[in-house]
């Protein structure tokens, strides 16, 4: 999407930046003549760095800046993407989580099969929420699952309440947190201290009737716990959009575990449209030596 990038750059731009765009690493390697400023895929980018002398600042296209927290090199200002993917997340996961209320997959199957299937669907009002991570899409989705009905409880670092999580508990209290929810969805990123977070102990704190899901990092959690709980019915269901690899191996249990859905990391999609005024705004503070916006802390990892 280079040249939509470009030309979404020119559109909001009051003043002509000058910038030119690549889809691979070869070509970019090739073109760098001491630039610096980049603007792209975290990914792609570190594969540059060491070559890349002259850069002050870097501005991620992804939510998750993983790439840049393992790379030694950090005599650069990196900037993160706030405020834009909290709208998608939120329909994801209260999609996800009303399907499984309402057995959706399970009439689906019964259908197939020409069965008149009488099962009673479940409820989100009235049930609550658990969201690990209370940063901008944490907090979207609990502004969403509120006009839904349903009751919010938050897990940070710190446990501070925030304006859409009044209920907040620190993660040193994961487990009494686990237990007050029928529901769970993590938006957390990855860093060390979330690194399978989510593990066997963790997951039994859990109620059988509840539905995981994933939107934030696949080290969150112990795949072979969770893989381990769905298979002995302990926990309901899970979905998951990230994975620790992507795309997936043909040869990973969750392909065939029982009540997972598994989507390719589509929950929110990086488009020019969210991310290129993140960038214009940044671009004009960075002229006028002012703090540029979603500085990222690279010991936190966010």
């Not at 940044?282 to 010991?299: A, M, P, S």
Request: glycine letters at 8%; a negative charge; proline letters at 6%.
């Amino acid at each position: 999407m280079a040249d939509e990038f470009v030309a979404e750059v020119a559109r909001l731009a009051s003043s002509p930046i000058p910038i030119s765009a690549y889809t691979n690493v070869h070509d970019a390697r090739k073109a760098y003549s001491g630039e610096t400023i980049l603007f792209g895929n975290p990914a792609m980018i570190v594969e540059l760095l060491p070559e890349l002398p002259n850069i002050e600042w870097i501005q991620s296209s992804w939510a998750g800046v993983t790439p840049f927290i393992e790379h030694d090199r950090r005599d650069y200002v990196l900037t993160g993407v706030k405020d834009v993917f909290g709208p998608q997340m939120s329909e994801y996961t209260l999609g996800y989580l009303l399907a499984h209320e309402l057995k959706i997959n399970e009439r689906l199957a019964e259908q197939r099969k020409h069965n008149w299937y009488q099962a009673h669907s479940g409820n989100l009002a009235g049930k609550q929420l658990g969201i690990m991570g209370t940063g901008s899409i944490g907090q979207h989705i609990a502004m969403s699952a509120r006009a839904m009905g349903l009751e919010v409880i938050g897990l940070s670092r710190s446990g501070r309440s925030t304006a859409e999580i009044a209920n907040v508990l620190p993660v040193k209290e994961l487990h009494k947190f686990l237990g007050q929810c029928d529901h769970v969805v993590s938006t957390l990123p990855d860093t060390p201290t979330t690194q399978n977070l989510l593990d066997a102990e963790a997951l039994a704190h859990l109620p059988a009737h509840a539905c995981f899901v994933n939107v934030g990092r696949g080290s969150v959690i112990d795949d072979d716990a969770l893989v381990t709980a769905l298979n002995r019915g302990s926990l309901a269901g899970a979905v998951l959009d990230v994975f620790d690899e992507e795309p997936l191996p043909d040869d990973s249990p969750f392909w065939d575990t029982p009540n997972l859905s598994i989507t390719a990391h589509i929950s929110a999609i990086s488009h020019p449209l969210l991310l290129v005024p993140i960038f214009v705004e940044n671009y004009q503070r960075f002229l006028r030596g002012e703090t540029l916006k979603h500085i990222v802390d690279f010991e936190h990892g966010y």
